[in-house]
């Protein structure tokens, strides 16, 4: 067997989890998941919600689910019947490694669903994920240095 090691820088992690979790969605069937995840952060400022660019979200996702839904069908015609497979359940596995040490890195101390270690859901092992604080290791380096 090949391993492979990635590494990403945080921004990097985050993306790579929604990739991981869109292709999950669709894998179940789910294809307006691709509006919801491209398009939320357009109304959010972090902060709170401004009314009048989450009105023109809603319209845009909603035209957007109508052609997502109308092209998975053209792919997927018997697309009612599209279930998890052994892809999903690797896909799955990833998606928790990556998910539970993100939370770790950002919320030491968190709680909910993210806090949880991963649960293999297939044969094969949970890909190892492992977070640094590469600032700190450089301030260690440098210390040692001295």
Same mark, same amino acid.
């Given at each position: 067997m090949i391993e492979y090691t990635l590494t990403l #820088?945080?921004?990097q992690a985050k993306e790579t989890l929604k990739a991981v979790e869109l292709l999950m969605r669709l894998?179940? #069937?789910q294809p307006k998941e691709i509006s919801r995840n491209v398009m939320a952060e357009n109304y959010w400022d972090g902060k709170k919600v401004d009314k009048e660019k989450f009105? +023109?979200?809603l319209s845009r996702r909603d035209k957007? +689910?109508?052609y997502i839904?109308?092209?998975f069908q053209?792919? *997927?015609p018997n697309w009612e019947s599209v279930k998890k497979d052994d892809e999903w359940y690797r896909l799955y596995n990833i998606y928790q490694a990556l998910r539970y040490q993100i939370h770790l890195a950002e919320n030491p101390h968190g709680k909910g669903v993210d806090s949880f270690p991963p649960s293999r *859901?297939? +044969?094969e092992p949970i890909?190892?994920?492992k977070w640094r604080n590469i600032d700190e290791d450089h301030q260690t380096q440098e210390r040692k240095q001295k």
């Amino acid at each position: 067997m090949i391993e492979y090691t990635l590494t990403l #820088n945080s921004q990097q992690a985050k993306e790579t989890l929604k990739a991981v979790e869109l292709l999950m969605r669709l894998k179940m #069937n789910q294809p307006k998941e691709i509006s919801r995840n491209v398009m939320a952060e357009n109304y959010w400022d972090g902060k709170k919600v401004d009314k009048e660019k989450f009105n +023109d979200y809603l319209s845009r996702r909603d035209k957007a +689910d109508y052609y997502i839904e109308l092209g998975f069908q053209s792919i *997927f015609p018997n697309w009612e019947s599209v279930k998890k497979d052994d892809e999903w359940y690797r896909l799955y596995n990833i998606y928790q490694a990556l998910r539970y040490q993100i939370h770790l890195a950002e919320n030491p101390h968190g709680k909910g669903v993210d806090s949880f270690p991963p649960s293999r *859901f297939t +044969d094969e092992p949970i890909p190892e994920c492992k977070w640094r604080n590469i600032d700190e290791d450089h301030q260690t380096q440098e210390r040692k240095q001295k």
